[in-house]
């Protein structure tokens, strides 16, 4: 669990204060939130495709207490399976089986009847986090989700129909988000080949990526910096 991140959704400050201990024990950073309203603003990049809460990328699993003053955690969960499949361990109070129920049909990985033992608290992390490590097929920047078996992108559930070279391009700049990356670095990365020094191919995917991106979404912008490179930014 070391350098993983954990999302604590949880409104009892006790056992908040129990989780985060035994996490950072584990050597994982564990991300607060009281209520569903602050855990909308950490998981912003991953429901909207915005930043919030200064977190700048979503965190490797979620444990999510069904009970929330200002809602069910059920929603978040709803919202959160919408767009990524993000481990998720639901919290619930003792005899909530229907509660459990639902939140297994709506996508959740596993639950957690409290009170509970904090070393099957992390036992059951650990296990969501491995078999995550072995299952994972997609990429999810924000609302963009990349299918590495078959090579498609998609925003917000929208195909974006991109070409192989458009996709690695694409997946590229996301994973390099407001970083500028050489024409160099791209020919070598996407095309597997040393630079050639000639970049008409480069241009032509780009301005094909750019045009599918725009008719997605104004929410992303790819950037050329005549003489540096290609830089893309999530808004």
């Known amino acids: 669990m070391t350098g993983k991140t954990?999302?604590?959704?949880?409104?009892?400050?006790?056992?908040?204060?129990?989780?985060?201990?035994?996490?950072?024990?584990?050597?994982?950073?564990?991300?607060?939130?009281?209520?569903?309203?602050?855990?909308?603003s950490i998981l912003a990049l991953l429901l909207t495709g915005k930043r919030g809460a200064e977190?700048?990328?979503?965190?490797?699993?979620?444990?999510?207490?069904?009970?929330?003053?200002?809602?069910?955690?059920?929603?978040?969960l709803r919202e959160i399976r919408s767009v990524s499949?993000?481990?998720?361990?639901?919290?619930?109070?003792?005899?909530?089986?229907?509660?459990?129920?639902?939140?297994?049909?709506?996508g959740a990985d596993d639950y957690l009847?409290?009170?509970?033992?904090?070393?099957?608290?992390?036992?059951?992390?650990?296990?969501?986090?491995?078999r995550a490590h072995t299952m994972?097929?997609?990429?999810?920047?924000?609302?963009?989700?990349?299918d590495?078996?078959?090579?498609?992108?998609?925003?917000?559930?929208?195909?974006?129909l991109l070409t192989?070279?458009?996709?690695?391009l694409l997946l590229l700049l996301a994973q390099n988000e407001k970083k500028t990356l050489t024409p160099d670095t791209l020919f070598q990365k996407v095309w597997g080949q040393p630079p050639n020094g000639d970049t008409a191919a480069i241009r032509f995917q780009i301005s094909g990526l750019k045009k599918k991106i725009a008719a997605a979404t104004e929410n992303i912008l790819i950037e050329t910096?005549?003489?540096?490179?290609?830089?893309?930014?999530m808004h």
């Open 164 to 168: 192989q070279k458009e996709f690695a």
């Open 55 to 76: 977190v700048t990328a979503p965190p490797d699993v979620a444990v999510i207490d069904i009970m929330l003053p200002d809602g069910s955690g059920l929603d978040l």
């Open 85 to 106: 499949s993000l481990p998720i361990l639901l919290l619930t109070a003792k005899g909530e089986s229907r509660d459990v129920v639902t939140g297994l049909s709506l």
């Open 225 to 233: 910096t005549r003489g540096e490179g290609y830089c893309m930014t």
């Open 113 to 130: 009847a409290k009170p509970y033992d904090l070393d099957v608290f992390t036992a059951r992390i650990d296990a969501l986090l491995r």
């Open 136 to 146: 994972s097929d997609s990429i999810f920047v924000g609302l963009l989700r990349f």
């Open 148 to 160: 590495l078996i078959s090579n498609k992108a998609s925003y917000d559930g929208e195909d974006l």
């Open 6 to 40: 954990v999302l604590l959704v949880e409104d009892n400050p006790n056992v908040m204060r129990n989780n985060i201990a035994v996490l950072k024990l584990q050597g994982a950073v564990a991300l607060s939130a009281a209520n569903l309203t602050e855990a909308r």
